[in-house]
Nanobody, 121 residues
């Protein structure tokens, strides 16, 4: 009923940049928060950043200087741009959305299937 579909990712050279995109679709009334998390092998999932409905962004302190998250409310999409990548950025990146479904009054959290980013020469 609700899907988050990610695109982008793949192999990135050290020092390079990435751009990921995510689109929400389905029976949605409104997307409240939308953004990105990541999970490296053997580690817990961590916040990259999110953007609320008014466009205010929250970032992980450790990634804020290298990351930009933007969203298009009309298209229900969110993009992540990250620069100066290194091996520690290798992870599966997950799109996240907190939204209101049609016929519901509460918010529900949804996750994309994840897209792999590998930083290597």
């Amino acid at each position: 009923q609700v899907q988050l579909v990610e695109s982008g990712g793949g192999l990135v050279q050290p020092g390079g940049s990435l751009r990921l995109s995510c689109a929400a679709s389905g029976r949605i009334v409104n997307v409240i928060d939308m953004g990105w998390y990541r999970q490296a092998p053997g580690k817990q999932r961590e916040l990259v950043g999110t953007v609320n409905l008014s466009g205010s962004a929250t970032y992980s302190d450790s990634l804020k200087a290298r990351s930009t998250i933007s969203r298009n409310n009309a298209k229900r999409t969110v993009d992540l741009q990250m620069s100066s990548l290194n091996a520690e950025d290798t992870a599966t990146y997950y799109c996240f959305a907190r939204l209101v479904r049609t016929g519901d009054i509460r918010t529900t959290n949804y996750w994309g299937q994840g897209t792999q980013v590998t930083v290597s020469s």
